[in-house]
Nanobody
Framework: QVQLVESGGGLVQAGNSLRLSCAAS????????MSWYRQAPGKQREPIAT???????NYADSVKGRFTISRDNAKNTMYLQMDNLKPEDTAVYYC??????????WGQGTQVTVSS
């Protein structure tokens, strides 16, 4: 079992930055990859950034060059640095952890609102 708690969401103006955090606890050593997803009103939840064991990362085209995913293993925390935010980035952001043969675990989500 893995427990995930997101923090760092809020209201910002377009062009500004936010950093989201995801604190993990439980069977952390079993985690194969961690990701950030987001869900905008009326839309499906979508993956935007993934970091796998070893440090390789992947990004959705919509955030590439603006968002950076990272992981601090000493603090059991994953981050999403979001720069040059746009109104279309407004969504609930979710932390996800995947464990092979176990499945996916989710945090409760944190709201990010970007005003124009």
């Amino acid at each position: 079992q893995v427990q995930l708690v997101e923090s760092g969401g809020g209201l910002v103006q377009a062009g500004n930055s936010l950093r989201l955090s995801c604190a993990a606890s439980g069977s952390i050593s079993s985690i194969n990859s961690m990701s950030w997803y987001r869900q905008a009103p009326g839309k499906q939840r979508e993956p935007i950034a993934t970091i796998i064991t070893g440090g390789n990362t992947n990004y959705a085209d919509s955030v590439k060059g603006r968002f950076t995913i990272s992981r601090d293993n000493a603090k059991n925390t994953m981050y999403l640095q979001m720069d040059n935010l746009k109104p279309e980035d407004t969504a609930v952001y979710y932390c996800n952890a995947y464990i092979r043969f176990k499945g996916a675990y989710w945090g409760q989500g944190t709201q990010v609102t970007v005003s124009s």
